[in-house]
């Protein structure tokens, strides 16, 4: 199983931006979905946004308007860009790819984003 290396992340003021990069190499050649999800402390963790095969896109209400999600097929890397951060976007970052067979991947590390007001 693939296993997507999490990368970007960060602790900025309110207001602030970050870019986060998901690493899978074969995902796009595998024609594999990426998803995009956070966990804060204590809480469970929570989808924040997809990207297709077909570059479709989907976004958490919660993020909505403030956050785009993107692909680089040459690099096979996904990236999460954050704008107008929120104390309460501050949380732990993972991403994975999903789909049947090889696509079917498992967490990484994840990334921390850390927002203060």
């Known amino acids: 199983q693939v296993r997507a290396v999490e990368s970007g992340g960060g602790s900025v003021q309110a207001g602030g931006s970050l870019r986060l990069s998901c690493t899978a190499p074969?995902?796009?050649?595998?024609?594999?979905?990426v998803v995009w999800y956070r966990q804060a402390a204590g809480n469970q963790r929570e989808w924040v946004s997809s990207i297709l095969t077909d570059d479709y896109t989907r976004y958490a209400d919660s993020v909505k308007g403030r956050v785009t999600i993107s692909k680089d097929k040459a690099k096979d890397t996904v990236y999460l860009q954050m704008t107008g951060l929120k104390p309460e976007d501050t949380a732990m970052y993972f991403c994975?790819?999903?789909?049947?067979?090889?696509?079917?991947?498992?967490w990484g590390q994840g990334t921390q984003v850390t927002v203060s007001s």
């Open positions: 074969g995902f796009t050649s595998k024609r594999c979905n």
């Open positions: 994975k790819t999903t789909g049947a067979g090889w696509c079917f991947g498992d």
